[in-house]
C-alpha cells in the first residue's frame, strides 16, 4: 500500500509539472535542437569537458542556426542568431536567466545580475558617472597607466611573454581604482591578491557547471567546492569593503565641497547617495565588486587578444602602427583626447577582434511573455540565449567570416548590416554602462604599446590558431608575446 500511495504521488507531482510547462514543452518540440535526456538535458552538455566546452557547444549550436533549443536540466535554452529576432529579445526581454543566481554569493543585486526593478533603480543612480565630461576626465590617467606598461615592456624586452593578461589587468585596476573612486592607490594593498580571488571564484563556477550534480542546490550546498565558493566570495567581500570605508573617510573629511565630476564619479556618487538612504551599504558592496572586476578584467582580456592577433597578422599591425605615427608623429607627447579619437583604423581592428572573440561571448535573458519570432514563438518562462559568437560570424552576414578584416567597420560597410549583428556590448536600455569607458581605456592603451613596440606572437599562423579559455568571459590561454622596440 505504502508503495503504491509513493507511486501515485510521483506521478501525480510529474504530471502536474508537465501540465503546468505544457506550453514550455509545445513549443521546445517545435525548434530544432541536439537531443535531450529528461532532466538531465542535452546530451552535448555531457560529453564536453572543461577544455573543450567552448568549441563543442558552438559547433553543435552552429549545426542548427539561426534558431535551436538545448535543455541544461530543466531549463529550456532558446538559441538564437537572427539579427531581428536578436533586436526583439533584447528590446523586450530585460529580466536576466536564472544562470546569473551562481553569482548570487559575491553580487546578487548589481547592474549585472539584479531584476529589472533593482536595476531600473541603480542605473538611474549610476549613470552620471559614465557621462562624456567625467569620462574624458578619466583621459590621463589612462595614459598614466599606459606609460607604466609601456615602462614593464621596456624592463622586460626579447623576454617572452606567457601571462601578459594578468600584467595587464593589474594595470587596469590600477585605472580602476584611480577613476571610479578616490581612494589612493596606496590605500589599497593586495591588487594581486584580488586578482587571484577573481580568477578563483570564475574557476570554481566552471567547475560546477561541469559536475552534473552540483547543479543542484542542495547537493551544490553540501559540497565542499561551495565552502570554497564562500570562502572566495567573503575575501572578495572584505577587499571591497575596505575600498568602501575608505570612500567614506574621503567623503567625511571632503563634504559636500568637492567639485562635480570628482563627487560624480562611481564610489564617491554611490556614497554621496547612501547618506539619503537612496541605496545601502550592502547594494554599494555588490555593485563595487562587479564594478571593479568589469571595468578592469574585462579590459585586461581585450588588449592581451587584440595584442595576441596584431602579432599574428604583422600587415595589420603595420598600417596601424603608420596611422599612430602619422597622428601621434611625437612619441615623447602624450596623446591628448582628440589624437585618440582621430585613430578610426585602431578603431576598426578593435571591433574586429571584438566580432571574432567577443569577451562576453553569450548574452542570456529570460522571457516573462511570450516572443514571436516567426516562424517559432519563444515560449515565456525559456532563456534566451544570443551566441556572440555565432552572430558576428554569421555567414548571411559577414562574407568570409572567419577572415580577419577590420575594414568591414568602414562606414559604408557597417550602414549595410543590421544593428543587431554585431552586439559587444550587448543592445537595448540593459545594454553594457561602461563600453566607452572601456574603448577609451582599450584605446590609449594599445596606441601607447604598439606606437613604442612591435609585437610579435610566437608559435602561431592564424587567430584559429589561439586556443579558448571559457571563464565566464573568454580569455586566450596560449599567448606567448615578445616585444621589439621601435626605432625612431
Not at 64 to 84: D, F, H, N
Not at 146 to 173: A, H, N
Not at 325 to 341: D, R
Request: proline share 4%; aromatic share 12%; glycine share 2%.
Amino acid at each position: 500500500m505504502l508503495v503504491w500511495i509513493f507511486t501515485l504521488c510521483v506521478i501525480f507531482i510529474i504530471t502536474s509539472t508537465l501540465w503546468k510547462k505544457r506550453w514550455l514543452l509545445y513549443h521546445a518540440w517545435k525548434t530544432p535542437g541536439p537531443f535531450s535526456v529528461p532532466l538531465v538535458g542535452s546530451v552535448v552538455l555531457l560529453s564536453a569537458t572543461k577544455d573543450n566546452f567552448f568549441e563543442l557547444v558552438c559547433r553543435n549550436l552552429d549545426s542548427y542556426r539561426p534558431v535551436t533549443k538545448a535543455w541544461a536540466g530543466s531549463q529550456l535554452y532558446i538559441v538564437t542568431t537572427r539579427p531581428a529576432d536578436v533586436e526583439k529579445i533584447l528590446t523586450n526581454c530585460l529580466n536576466k536567466s536564472p544562470f546569473y543566481d551562481n553569482f548570487n554569493d559575491a553580487m546578487k543585486d548589481t547592474l549585472l545580475t539584479s531584476k529589472v526593478s533593482i536595476w531600473k533603480e541603480h542605473r538611474k543612480m549610476i549613470n552620471p558617472s559614465f557621462n562624456m565630461k567625467i569620462l574624458n576626465s578619466f583621459h590621463d590617467t589612462f595614459v598614466k597607466y599606459s606609460s607604466e606598461m609601456v615602462q614593464f615592456l621596456f624592463d622586460t624586452e626579447g623576454r617572452e611573454q606567457t601571462d601578459l593578461q594578468e600584467v595587464i589587468w593589474e594595470k587596469t585596476l590600477d585605472v580602476a581604482l584611480a577613476t571610479l573612486t578616490s581612494v589612493k592607490r596606496s590605500a589599497i594593498k593586495e591588487r594581486r591578491r584580488v586578482i587571484e580571488v577573481t580568477v578563483k571564484f570564475e574557476k570554481i563556477l566552471v567547475e560546477r557547471f561541469h559536475t552534473l550534480w552540483l547543479l543542484i542546490d542542495f547537493f551544490w550546498k553540501l559540497s565542499n567546492l561551495h565552502k570554497e565558493h564562500k570562502m572566495v566570495c567573503q575575501i572578495g567581500h572584505e577587499h571591497a569593503e575596505n575600498l568602501i570605508a575608505e570612500e567614506y573617510k574621503s567623503y567625511e573629511s571632503k563634504g559636500r565641497n568637492d567639485d562635480a565630476i570628482q563627487s560624480n564619479r562611481f564610489l564617491p556618487n554611490l556614497t554621496k547617495l547612501s547618506q539619503t538612504k537612496q541605496i545601502t551599504r550592502e547594494e554599494i558592496l555588490e555593485e563595487t565588486i562587479f564594478m571593479m572586476m568589469a571595468a578592469s578584467e574585462t579590459a585586461a582580456i581585450t588588449i592581451n587578444t587584440i595584442l595576441t592577433i596584431l602579432g599574428i597578422y604583422s600587415d595589420i599591425q603595420e598600417r596601424l602602427y603608420n596611422e599612430l605615427a602619422l597622428v601621434l608623429p611625437n612619441i615623447e607627447n602624450s596623446p591628448i583626447q582628440e589624437e585618440i579619437n582621430r585613430l578610426d583604423y585602431l578603431e576598426r581592428v578593435i571591433k574586429e577582434v571584438l566580432r571574432l572573440v567577443p569577451t562576453i561571448p553569450f548574452i542570456l535573458r529570460y522571457a516573462d511573455e511570450d516572443i514571436k519570432c516567426d516562424p517559432y514563438v519563444f515560449p515565456a518562462g525559456s532563456n534566451l540565449a544570443v551566441p556572440l559568437v555565432l552572430l558576428h560570424r554569421d555567414p548571411d552576414v559577414w562574407p568570409d567570416p572567419e577572415k580577419f578584416d577590420p575594414d568591414r567597420f568602414l562606414p559604408d560597410e557597417v550602414a549595410k548590416r543590421h544593428r543587431c549583428s554585431y552586439i559587444p556590448f550587448s543592445f537595448g536600455a540593459r545594454n553594457c554602462i561602461g563600453f566607452k569607458f572601456g574603448m577609451m581605456l582599450v584605446k590609449i592603451m594599445v596606441a601607447t604599446i604598439l606606437r613604442n613596440f612591435k609585437v610579435r606572437t610566437v608559435g602561431m599562423k592564424s587567430w584559429k590558431d589561439i586556443q579558448w579559455e571559457y571563464m565566464v568571459m573568454l580569455k586566450a590561454k596560449n599567448s606567448r608575446l615578445r616585444f621589439e622596440k621601435r626605432k625612431f
